[in-house]
């Protein structure tokens, strides 16, 4: 009923930037809560950055100061700006959201895209 759908991922310089797109599609009533995750090579998925509709933004450690994650329930669709980008930022990034649905307006369902990579490198 909801599709995620991924962008803006590539190859950048360290020190670099790129800002990630999530659009959401499908039956919407309300996109509650959309977070970003990554996973590198070789290790767990981890949760970058979270946001809510009614604007409250939390991050990893690891990213403070470097992300920032946004959320525009009008167009259905998120973004995470990334700047200053590090080789240890490189991992395959996923957009996970909490939708409620114009058929199940008061539970959200969870969704996931299907991952952008972002590769760090020299």
């Known amino acids: 009923q909801v599709q995620l759908v991924e962008s803006g991922g590539g190859l950048v310089q360290p020190g670099g930037s790129l800002r990630l797109s999530c659009a959401a599609s499908?039956?919407?009533?309300?996109?509650?809560?959309m977070d970003w995750y990554r996973q590198a090579p070789g290790k767990e998925r981890e949760l970058v950055a979270s946001?809510?509709?009614?604007?409250?933004?939390n991050y990893a450690d690891s990213v403070k100061g470097r992300f920032t994650i946004s959320l525009d329930n009008a167009d259905n669709t998120g973004h995470l700006q990334m700047n200053n980008l590090k080789p240890e930022d490189t991992a395959l990034y996923y957009c996970?959201?909490?939708?409620?649905?114009?058929?199940?307006?008061?539970?959200?369902?969870?969704?996931w895209g299907q991952g952008t990579r972002v590769t760090v490198s020299s």
């Open positions: 996970h959201a909490s939708v409620r649905t114009i058929f199940r307006p008061r539970n959200g369902d969870d969704y």
């Open positions: 946001s809510t509709s009614g604007g409250s933004t």
């Open positions: 499908g039956s919407i009533f309300n996109i509650d809560t």
